[in-house]
């Protein structure tokens, strides 16, 4: 599977600018994908889903969008916080196959400069 | 209301050892996964337990097996521990068989 080992890809945006965190997905069978929010010792945080029928999700503070046609998606983050210094997962799964498992990207590290 | 609990949140093992992790869903869930993550990288999928019954498995050895409880509480247990499994173990539990996606904040395995 992919692996970055130690060096994730960094962001690095100043507070109050916008974020924007890409991953490309592997399964064309995924219908439902979800973007993730890991601090250090933490467990990943819920941020924002999307299902396939849809190219873009609003939430407060951030937009999730999706390019079926070459499987990407992005996460853009306003008025970035030194809060939201964390890595970034996304996550998708395939609902019509049963699939229960998530399968996660390779993450990006967002590094927020105050 | 509490959220996905795991004990314990840290320990320390020797290879070939064998240690059990614990996970009690958020309430009103019934499915609990587990995920294996190294340092710097993504969650692993093990298996997935629903209805007491492991109905998915990941790329895994057997020497990783777990169980559910009919409170739907589940144990991972791996056995003859490799340095190799010190990651961080995480669970993640859902409604139904198809997602679980609230995650604990994990259980952090060293193998020495």
């Known amino acids: 599977g992919e692996s970055v080992g130690l060096h994730l890809p960094t962001l690095s945006v100043q507070e109050g600018d916008n974020s924007i965190i890409n991953c490309a997905y592997s399964?064309?069978?995924?219908?439902?994908f979800i973007w993730y929010k890991q601090e250090s010792g933490k467990g990943p945080q819920f941020i924002i889903d999307?299902?396939?029928?849809?190219d873009k999700r609003q939430g407060q503070r951030v937009t999730v969008l999706l390019n079926k046609t070459v499987k990407h998606l992005s996460l853009q983050i306003a008025a970035t916080q030194p809060g939201d210094s964390a890595v970034y997962f996304c996550?998708?799964?395939?609902?019509?196959?049963?699939?229960?498992?998530?399968?996660f990207g390779k993450g990006t590290k967002l590094s927020v400069k105050p | 209301d509490a959220g996905v609990t795991q004990s314990p949140t840290h320990l320390i093992k020797t290879r070939g050892q064998q240690v059990t992790l614990r996970c009690s869903p958020k309430?009103?869930?019934?499915?609990v996964s587990w995920y294996q993550q190294a340092l710097g990288q993504g969650p692993q999928f093990i298996f997935q337990y629903y209805e007491e019954e492991e109905r998915q498995r990941g790329n895994f050895p057997d020497r990783f097996s777990g169980h559910q409880f009919p409170n739907y509480s589940s144990e991972l247990n791996v056995n003859a521990l490799l340095l190799g499994d010190s990651a961080l173990y995480l669970c993640?539990?859902?409604?139904?068989?198809?997602?679980?996606?609230?995650f604990g904040s994990g259980t952090r395995l060293t193998v020495v």
């Open positions: 999307i299902r396939s029928n849809m």
């Open positions: 996550a998708e799964l395939a609902t019509s196959r049963s699939q229960g498992n998530l399968i």
């Open positions: 399964n064309s069978a995924s219908d439902y």
């Open positions: 993640a539990s859902g409604r139904g068989a198809n997602y679980g996606y609230t």
């Open positions: 309430s009103g869930h019934d499915t």
